[in-house]
Nanobody, 116 residues
Framework: QVQLVESGGGLVQPGGSLRLSCATSGFTFSSYGMNWYRQPPGKERELVAGISSVGDSRYYGDSVKGRFTISRDNAKNTVSLQMNNLKPEDTAVYYC?????????WGQGTQVTVSS
């Protein structure tokens, strides 16, 4: 059974940091590229960051470049998103996604709220 479970979300003040983690099981993690998406209230889901299956290539959305860092541990089947200098506009539900060719798996999401 495929599972992707996000954790690490919460309430943080502007300028603060959070580290999201996505624990996976049920598929060959090291064969899949991994992405973090987010969906702000009332808006569409958007791609935040991505990392290749072996971790040698990363992608970041323009709005998070220089503030967020994606990483993965293929030994632990986890992918993480370090988020620094958080802004109110980063408030969203954050999802991790596994992808390989046409196969995709999604987690259930974790809420991040940036507010003073």
């Amino acid at each position: 059974q495929v599972q992707l479970v996000e954790s690490g979300g919460g309430l943080v003040q502007p300028g603060g940091s959070l580290r999201l983690s996505c624990a996976t099981s049920g598929f060959t993690f090291s064969s899949y590229g991994m992405n973090w998406y987010r969906q702000p209230p009332g808006k569409e889901r958007e791609l935040v960051a991505g990392i290749s299956s072996v971790g040698d290539s990363r992608y970041y959305g323009d709005s998070v470049k220089g503030r967020f860092t994606i990483s993965r541990d293929n030994a632990k089947n986890t992918v993480s998103l370090q988020m620094n200098n958080l802004k109110p506009e980063d408030t969203a539900v954050y999802y991790c996604k596994a992808r390989r060719d046409t196969v995709t798996y999604w987690g259930q999401g974790t809420q991040v709220t940036v507010s003073s």
